[in-house]
Protein backbone atom coordinates (compact mmCIF):
# COMPACT_ATOMS: atom_id res chain seq x y z
CA UNK A 1 0.00 0.00 0.00
CA UNK A 2 1.43 3.52 -0.75
CA UNK A 3 2.30 5.46 1.76
CA UNK A 4 0.62 8.57 1.14
CA UNK A 5 -2.84 6.00 0.93
CA UNK A 6 -1.19 4.89 4.27
CA UNK A 7 -1.51 8.82 5.29
CA UNK A 8 -5.15 8.80 4.65
CA UNK A 9 -6.16 6.15 6.59
CA UNK A 10 -4.12 7.00 9.58
CA UNK A 11 -5.81 10.87 9.11
CA UNK A 12 -9.57 9.25 9.13
CA UNK A 13 -8.69 7.06 12.32
CA UNK A 14 -7.58 10.49 13.77
CA UNK A 15 -10.88 11.65 12.46
CA UNK A 16 -12.81 8.77 14.08
CA UNK A 17 -11.02 8.97 17.27
CA UNK A 18 -11.93 12.84 17.78
CA UNK A 19 -15.61 12.55 19.74
CA UNK A 20 -16.89 15.41 22.11
CA UNK A 21 -18.59 14.55 25.19
CA UNK A 22 -21.98 14.35 24.90
CA UNK A 23 -24.33 16.46 26.85
CA UNK A 24 -26.17 13.26 28.36
CA UNK A 25 -22.42 11.77 29.21
CA UNK A 26 -23.31 11.92 32.89
CA UNK A 27 -27.08 10.19 32.74
CA UNK A 28 -25.30 7.56 30.45
CA UNK A 29 -22.71 6.35 32.94
CA UNK A 30 -25.83 6.48 35.80
CA UNK A 31 -27.33 4.29 33.45
CA UNK A 32 -24.54 1.96 32.90
CA UNK A 33 -24.37 1.70 36.90
CA UNK A 34 -27.28 0.81 37.58
CA UNK A 35 -27.56 -1.73 35.47
CA UNK A 36 -24.24 -3.20 36.81
CA UNK A 37 -25.83 -2.67 40.61
CA UNK A 38 -28.87 -4.45 39.73
CA UNK A 39 -26.85 -7.23 37.89
CA UNK A 40 -25.09 -7.46 40.98
CA UNK A 41 -27.81 -7.33 43.32
CA UNK A 42 -29.77 -10.15 41.08
CA UNK A 43 -26.41 -12.51 41.65
CA UNK A 44 -26.51 -12.01 45.70
CA UNK A 45 -30.40 -13.12 45.37
CA UNK A 46 -30.15 -15.80 43.17
CA UNK A 47 -26.94 -17.18 45.60
CA UNK A 48 -28.63 -16.46 48.84
CA UNK A 49 -32.09 -18.25 46.99
CA UNK A 50 -30.15 -20.92 45.59
CA UNK A 51 -28.37 -21.41 49.06
CA UNK A 52 -31.58 -21.24 50.98
CA UNK A 53 -33.04 -23.91 49.08
CA UNK A 54 -30.03 -26.28 49.46
CA UNK A 55 -30.86 -25.65 52.64
CA UNK A 56 -34.61 -26.58 53.26
CA UNK A 57 -33.83 -29.58 51.21
CA UNK A 58 -30.50 -30.65 53.02
CA UNK A 59 -32.32 -29.88 56.55
CA UNK A 60 -35.64 -32.32 55.41
CA UNK A 61 -33.55 -35.23 54.00
CA UNK A 62 -31.67 -35.18 57.34
CA UNK A 63 -34.91 -35.32 59.00
CA UNK A 64 -36.67 -37.81 56.57
CA UNK A 65 -34.00 -40.01 57.36
CA UNK A 66 -33.88 -39.81 61.32
CA UNK A 67 -30.57 -39.38 60.78
CA UNK A 68 -30.06 -38.15 64.33
CA UNK A 69 -31.10 -40.58 66.42
CA UNK A 70 -28.85 -42.96 63.99
CA UNK A 71 -25.94 -40.21 64.20
CA UNK A 72 -26.56 -40.30 67.92
CA UNK A 73 -25.49 -43.92 68.02
CA UNK A 74 -22.87 -43.79 65.91
CA UNK A 75 -21.65 -40.56 67.88
CA UNK A 76 -21.51 -43.04 71.71
CA UNK A 77 -19.92 -46.02 69.25
CA UNK A 78 -17.26 -43.32 67.38
CA UNK A 79 -16.37 -41.44 70.48
CA UNK A 80 -16.24 -44.99 72.40
CA UNK A 81 -13.59 -46.54 69.98
CA UNK A 82 -11.92 -42.85 69.50
CA UNK A 83 -11.66 -42.64 73.04
CA UNK A 84 -9.57 -45.69 73.37
CA UNK A 85 -7.48 -45.54 70.13
CA UNK A 86 -6.06 -42.29 71.65
CA UNK A 87 -5.44 -43.84 74.67
CA UNK A 88 -3.77 -45.92 73.14
CA UNK A 89 -1.68 -43.78 70.58
CA UNK A 90 -1.08 -41.11 73.03
CA UNK A 91 -1.90 -41.58 76.98
CA UNK A 92 -0.80 -38.29 77.82
CA UNK A 93 -4.29 -37.05 75.52
CA UNK A 94 -6.67 -38.29 78.90
CA UNK A 95 -6.74 -34.59 79.26
CA UNK A 96 -8.62 -33.61 75.98
CA UNK A 97 -11.45 -36.23 77.09
CA UNK A 98 -11.70 -35.87 81.20
CA UNK A 99 -11.77 -32.49 80.54
CA UNK A 100 -15.39 -30.08 81.53
CA UNK A 101 -16.15 -30.44 78.13
CA UNK A 102 -15.29 -34.03 77.20
CA UNK A 103 -15.95 -35.60 73.51
CA UNK A 104 -18.67 -32.56 73.33
CA UNK A 105 -15.78 -29.88 72.59
CA UNK A 106 -14.63 -32.18 69.48
CA UNK A 107 -17.86 -32.39 68.42
CA UNK A 108 -18.35 -28.74 68.76
CA UNK A 109 -15.06 -27.72 67.08
CA UNK A 110 -16.00 -29.92 63.95
CA UNK A 111 -19.33 -28.31 63.89
CA UNK A 112 -17.20 -24.90 63.62
CA UNK A 113 -14.91 -25.89 61.19
CA UNK A 114 -17.81 -27.35 59.10
CA UNK A 115 -18.95 -23.44 59.49
CA UNK A 116 -16.47 -21.86 57.85
CA UNK A 117 -15.95 -24.63 55.26
CA UNK A 118 -19.73 -22.83 54.72
CA UNK A 119 -18.62 -19.36 55.23
CA UNK A 120 -15.62 -19.56 52.41
CA UNK A 121 -17.75 -21.80 49.84
CA UNK A 122 -19.92 -18.53 50.27
CA UNK A 123 -17.13 -16.56 49.87
CA UNK A 124 -15.74 -18.23 46.70
CA UNK A 125 -19.53 -18.75 45.05
CA UNK A 126 -20.00 -14.33 45.45
CA UNK A 127 -16.24 -13.92 43.75
CA UNK A 128 -17.10 -16.43 40.92
CA UNK B 1 -18.89 8.38 46.55
CA UNK B 2 -16.70 10.73 48.45
CA UNK B 3 -14.62 13.30 46.58
CA UNK B 4 -11.58 11.94 47.64
CA UNK B 5 -12.85 8.80 46.58
CA UNK B 6 -13.29 10.46 43.18
CA UNK B 7 -10.10 12.03 42.86
CA UNK B 8 -8.30 8.57 43.17
CA UNK B 9 -10.01 7.34 40.34
CA UNK B 10 -9.84 10.58 38.39
CA UNK B 11 -5.93 10.66 38.50
CA UNK B 12 -5.52 6.46 37.64
CA UNK B 13 -5.01 5.07 34.30
CA UNK B 14 -7.10 2.95 32.68
CA UNK B 15 -5.34 -0.20 32.79
CA UNK B 16 -5.14 0.57 36.40
CA UNK B 17 -9.20 1.20 36.81
CA UNK B 18 -9.47 -2.05 34.42
CA UNK B 19 -7.76 -4.13 37.39
CA UNK B 20 -9.49 -2.56 39.98
CA UNK B 21 -13.05 -3.69 38.12
CA UNK B 22 -11.44 -7.04 37.41
CA UNK B 23 -11.69 -7.29 40.93
CA UNK B 24 -15.32 -6.52 41.21
CA UNK B 25 -14.93 -2.53 41.82
CA UNK B 26 -17.83 -1.00 39.95
CA UNK B 27 -17.18 2.86 40.66
CA UNK B 28 -13.39 1.84 38.87
CA UNK B 29 -15.58 1.11 35.95
CA UNK B 30 -17.51 3.79 35.98
CA UNK B 31 -14.81 6.18 35.78
CA UNK B 32 -13.83 3.91 33.10
CA UNK B 33 -17.83 4.40 31.38
CA UNK B 34 -17.40 8.59 32.05
CA UNK B 35 -13.98 8.50 30.25
CA UNK B 36 -15.13 6.76 26.99
CA UNK B 37 -18.77 6.62 27.07
CA UNK B 38 -19.15 8.87 24.50
CA UNK B 39 -16.99 8.12 21.80
CA UNK B 40 -18.64 4.79 21.91
CA UNK B 41 -21.89 6.15 21.70
CA UNK B 42 -20.42 8.12 18.81
CA UNK B 43 -19.09 5.71 16.75
CA UNK B 44 -21.78 3.58 17.02
CA UNK B 45 -24.32 6.85 15.92
CA UNK B 46 -21.40 7.17 13.27
CA UNK B 47 -21.72 3.67 12.20
CA UNK B 48 -25.27 4.12 11.13
CA UNK B 49 -27.16 3.51 14.53
CA UNK B 50 -30.06 6.07 15.88
CA UNK B 51 -29.44 7.59 19.14
CA UNK B 52 -31.44 5.31 21.10
CA UNK B 53 -29.96 2.49 19.39
CA UNK B 54 -26.22 3.71 20.11
CA UNK B 55 -27.16 4.16 23.25
CA UNK B 56 -28.50 0.59 24.23
CA UNK B 57 -25.90 -0.95 22.46
CA UNK B 58 -23.05 0.84 24.12
CA UNK B 59 -24.69 0.03 27.47
CA UNK B 60 -24.44 -3.33 26.29
CA UNK B 61 -21.22 -3.66 25.52
CA UNK B 62 -20.00 -1.78 28.34
CA UNK B 63 -21.96 -4.42 31.05
CA UNK B 64 -20.34 -7.27 28.47
CA UNK B 65 -16.78 -5.29 29.05
CA UNK B 66 -17.41 -5.69 32.86
CA UNK B 67 -18.79 -8.98 32.45
CA UNK B 68 -15.39 -9.58 30.79
CA UNK B 69 -12.71 -7.40 31.73
CA UNK B 70 -10.11 -9.70 32.91
CA UNK B 71 -9.79 -10.79 29.59
CA UNK B 72 -8.54 -6.85 28.89
CA UNK B 73 -4.93 -6.86 29.34
CA UNK B 74 -3.54 -3.60 28.61
CA UNK B 75 -2.35 -4.61 25.24
CA UNK B 76 -4.81 -2.12 23.02
CA UNK B 77 -6.53 0.82 24.59
CA UNK B 78 -9.07 0.43 26.91
CA UNK B 79 -11.58 2.76 24.43
CA UNK B 80 -10.61 0.72 21.63
CA UNK B 81 -11.56 -2.81 22.92
CA UNK B 82 -14.98 -1.58 24.26
CA UNK B 83 -15.37 0.17 20.50
CA UNK B 84 -14.25 -3.45 19.05
CA UNK B 85 -17.58 -4.51 21.16
CA UNK B 86 -20.05 -2.67 20.51
CA UNK B 87 -19.14 -2.16 16.72
CA UNK B 88 -19.80 -6.32 16.97
CA UNK B 89 -22.55 -5.71 18.80
CA UNK B 90 -24.05 -3.44 15.90
CA UNK B 91 -23.27 -5.70 13.26
CA UNK B 92 -24.56 -8.61 14.72
CA UNK B 93 -27.80 -6.46 15.49
CA UNK B 94 -27.89 -5.61 11.28
CA UNK B 95 -27.61 -9.13 10.67
CA UNK B 96 -30.50 -10.33 13.28
CA UNK B 97 -32.68 -7.88 11.57
CA UNK B 98 -31.96 -9.10 8.00
CA UNK B 99 -31.57 -5.24 6.83
CA UNK B 100 -28.07 -5.21 6.06
CA UNK B 101 -28.25 -7.97 3.57
CA UNK B 102 -31.25 -6.15 2.14
CA UNK B 103 -29.76 -2.84 2.11
CA UNK B 104 -26.35 -4.24 0.51
CA UNK B 105 -28.42 -5.49 -1.91
CA UNK B 106 -30.28 -2.92 -3.09
CA UNK B 107 -27.92 -0.69 -2.63
CA UNK B 108 -27.22 1.91 -5.02
CA UNK B 109 -24.72 4.74 -4.33
CA UNK B 110 -26.20 8.05 -2.94
CA UNK B 111 -24.40 11.09 -4.47
CA UNK B 112 -24.46 13.73 -1.78
CA UNK B 113 -27.71 16.81 -2.26
CA UNK B 114 -26.15 18.93 0.43
CA UNK B 115 -23.47 20.28 2.44
CA UNK B 116 -22.73 21.97 5.75
CA UNK B 117 -20.36 24.14 4.38
CA UNK B 118 -20.56 26.32 1.31
CA UNK B 119 -17.15 24.92 -0.01
CA UNK B 120 -18.48 21.50 -0.58
CA UNK B 121 -16.43 20.30 2.08
CA UNK B 122 -18.14 18.63 5.08
CA UNK B 123 -16.78 17.02 8.76
CA UNK B 124 -16.78 13.26 8.89
CA UNK B 125 -20.50 12.69 10.49
CA UNK B 126 -21.85 14.76 7.59
CA UNK B 127 -19.46 12.94 4.93
CA UNK B 128 -20.51 9.67 6.65
CA UNK B 129 -24.26 10.52 6.34
CA UNK B 130 -23.61 10.80 2.50
CA UNK B 131 -21.96 7.30 1.86
CA UNK B 132 -24.27 4.11 1.17
CA UNK B 133 -24.67 2.02 4.29
CA UNK B 134 -23.03 -0.87 3.55
CA UNK B 135 -19.94 1.85 2.71
CA UNK B 136 -20.26 3.85 6.04
CA UNK B 137 -20.94 0.87 8.14
CA UNK B 138 -17.68 -0.83 6.16
CA UNK B 139 -15.28 2.59 6.89
CA UNK B 140 -16.26 2.84 9.83
CA UNK B 141 -16.01 -1.20 11.57
CA UNK B 142 -12.48 -0.51 10.09
CA UNK B 143 -11.49 2.89 11.02
CA UNK B 144 -13.35 4.27 13.99
CA UNK B 145 -13.76 0.31 15.90
CA UNK B 146 -10.47 -0.66 14.40
CA UNK B 147 -11.67 -4.17 12.80
CA UNK B 148 -9.21 -5.67 10.13
CA UNK B 149 -10.62 -5.93 6.93
CA UNK B 150 -11.26 -9.67 7.85
CA UNK B 151 -12.95 -9.17 11.47
CA UNK B 152 -15.23 -7.23 9.08
CA UNK B 153 -16.10 -9.30 7.37
CA UNK B 154 -16.81 -12.02 9.94
CA UNK B 155 -18.58 -9.67 12.04
CA UNK B 156 -21.22 -8.69 9.14
CA UNK B 157 -20.90 -12.46 7.65
CA UNK B 158 -20.08 -10.99 4.09
CA UNK B 159 -17.03 -12.05 1.45
CA UNK B 160 -14.13 -10.60 2.25
CA UNK B 161 -13.59 -9.17 -0.99
CA UNK B 162 -17.10 -7.22 -0.79
CA UNK B 163 -16.14 -5.79 2.10
CA UNK B 164 -13.02 -4.65 0.82
CA UNK B 165 -14.93 -3.16 -2.19
CA UNK B 166 -17.03 -1.20 0.32
CA UNK B 167 -14.52 0.21 2.27
CA UNK B 168 -12.56 1.25 -1.22
CA UNK B 169 -15.77 3.09 -2.77
CA UNK B 170 -16.31 4.78 0.79
CA UNK B 171 -12.51 5.99 1.11
CA UNK B 172 -12.60 7.26 -2.50
CA UNK B 173 -15.61 8.97 -1.72
CA UNK B 174 -14.61 10.39 1.56
CA UNK B 175 -11.05 11.86 0.40
CA UNK B 176 -13.06 14.39 -2.30
CA UNK B 177 -15.92 15.26 0.84
CA UNK B 178 -14.20 15.76 3.89
CA UNK B 179 -12.59 18.23 5.74
CA UNK B 180 -11.29 18.01 8.91
CA UNK B 181 -10.29 21.04 10.57
CA UNK B 182 -10.46 22.90 7.47
CA UNK B 183 -7.99 20.26 5.66
CA UNK B 184 -9.06 17.69 3.35
CA UNK B 185 -8.09 14.05 3.28
CA UNK B 186 -6.82 14.72 -0.29
CA UNK B 187 -4.57 17.64 1.10
CA UNK B 188 -2.80 15.49 3.31
CA UNK B 189 -2.61 12.88 1.13
CA UNK B 190 -0.71 15.48 -0.96
CA UNK B 191 1.29 16.54 1.56
CA UNK B 192 2.28 13.04 2.99
Redesign the interface.
Known amino acids: MA ?7 R ?3 R ?3 R ?4 PD ?2 A ?2 N ?3 R ?3 R ?2 AARRILIGGAGVVGGVIGASQLIMSNLFSRAEAASSESARVLTSSVRQIAPQADWLFNGPAGIEAIWLAAGLAVVAMGLVLTRIIE ?1 I | MSRAERHRLTSLHDVELATLAASGDRQAFGELVRRHGSAVRALLRRIGATATEADDLAQDAFISAFESIAEFRGEGTFASWVKKIAARAHARRYQRDKRLRMRIEAAEPEDVGHSADPSGRMDLDEALKSLAEAERLCVSLCYGAGLSHTEAAEALNLPLGTVKSHVKRGLDKLKTRLAPDGDTLEGRRGSG
Open positions: VAELEVEALEMFAATELADFVRVQRLDGWE
